[in-house]
């Protein structure tokens, strides 16, 4: 009914830049929350971005500063712009929408497959 697709991953060197973008698919009629999440090998999944109905959005101590959440409802896509990336970034990063208005009705919390966001020192 409702699927996410996150893109933009890879590998970059410390102190670059990647875009990863999590494209919403399905009889949607807005998407207008997100968060992003990752996890590192051997340590649990953590937050690392929201962005509310109202744009407020709210970050990891870790990453403020050098990450920003964005949204397009328009698109259906949300977006996390990461820049002056650490090695500690290093994870899978996954998108979830909290909320989809869809024509069945509202369907909660869903999960992108992940993307794979490596960083060299």
């Known amino acids: 009914q409702v699927q996410l697709v996150e893109s933009g991953g890879g590998l970059v060197q410390a102190g670059g830049s990647l875009r990863l973008s999590c494209a919403a698919s399905?009889?949607?009629?807005?998407?207008?929350?997100m968060d992003w999440y990752r996890q590192a090998p051997g340590k649990q999944r953590e937050m690392v971005a929201q962005?509310?109905?109202?744009?407020?959005?709210n970050y990891a101590d870790s990453v403020k500063g050098r990450f920003t959440i964005s949204i397009d409802n328009a698109k259906r896509t949300g977006y996390l712009q990461m820049n002056s990336l650490k090695p500690e970034d290093t994870a899978v990063y996954y998108c979830?929408?909290?909320?989809?208005?869809?024509?069945?009705?509202?369907?909660?919390?869903?999960w992108g497959q992940g993307v794979q966001v490596t960083v060299s020192s």
């Open positions: 399905g009889r949607i009629f807005s998407i207008n929350a």
């Open positions: 962005i509310n109905s109202g744009g407020s959005t």
């Open positions: 979830n929408a909290p909320l989809i208005a869809t024509q069945r009705g509202i369907v909660r919390d869903s």
